[in-house]
């Protein structure tokens, strides 16, 4: 079992509706999590970093951590096509800068 | 953000020759640095964490004799892929840690593909 299980998807969606992300880990001790967009042949960009359980809002984008499930969010309201990517989440149990352990990537295409 | 690149962007090479991947943070000092690999539609695995001044930590099947890592400065580390083989064609990704905001800035990504 991986520590960090993420759907590849791919996830379509018309342009304008609420992409809903999610993973899903196992490992207790994580505690800071991140969300990276990753388009293709690039590396990939932070998008937005949650420490500890709670809610974070950064314009059309919202994350959740749920650690009594040991399960986070993303949603991105609004999507456009220029949302088209794959989104990666990534965790760590000491800071974010340190090793990260990511997901597999959930493929994301927004239809115009 | 912080900006690292990568040089080259893209390596064909025999197999059997060696590699070296370069990982520069252009405009912020790193004295850590992290190699990953991601092969087609997979995610990022990390293989080593570089220090600056000291041997690097490699992850646990990751052979430190074929993949070299050097982190002579503080804005430079190189990943060199020794005596390359098909099996090591991937998609290289270095990273450096910004100490300031706690984050990890991503370079573009190296393309190997050893025939």
């Known amino acids: 079992q991986k520590e960090v299980e993420q759907d590849p998807g791919p996830l379509s969606v018309p342009e304008g509706a609420i992409v809903s992300l999610n993973c899903t880990y196992s490992n207790s001790a994580f505690q800071y999590f991140m969300w990276y967009r990753q388009y293709s042949r690039k590396g990939p960009e932070l998008l937005m970093y949650t420490y500890s359980s709670g809610n974070k809002e950064d314009g059309r984008f919202t994350a959740q951590v749920d650690k009594s499930s040991k399960y986070i969010s993303l949603f991105i309201r609004d999507s456009q096509p220029s949302d088209s990517a794959t989104y990666l989440c990534a965790m760590s149990a000491s800071a974010a800068g340190n090793k990260l352990t990511f997901g597999g990537g959930t493929r994301v295409l927004v239809k115009p | 953000g912080a900006v690292v690149s990568q040089h080259p962007s893209w390596v064909i090479c025999k197999s059997g020759t060696s590699v070296k991947i370069e990982c520069r943070s252009l405009d912020f000092q790193a004295t850590t640095m992290f190699w990953y690999r991601q092969f087609p539609k997979q995610s990022l695995m990390l293989m080593a964490t570089?220090?600056?001044?000291?041997?690097?930590?490699?992850e646990q099947g990751v052979e430190k004799d074929k993949f070299l890592i050097n982190h002579a400065s503080l804005t430079l580390s190189t990943l060199t892929v020794t005596s390359a083989h098909p099996e090591d064609s991937s998609f290289y990704i270095c990273?450096?840690?910004?100490?300031?905001?706690?984050?990890?800035?991503f370079g573009p990504g190296t393309r190997l593909t050893v025939l």
């Open positions: 570089s220090n600056e001044g000291s041997k690097a930590t490699y």
């Open positions: 990273s450096a840690y910004q100490t300031q905001n706690n984050e990890q800035f």
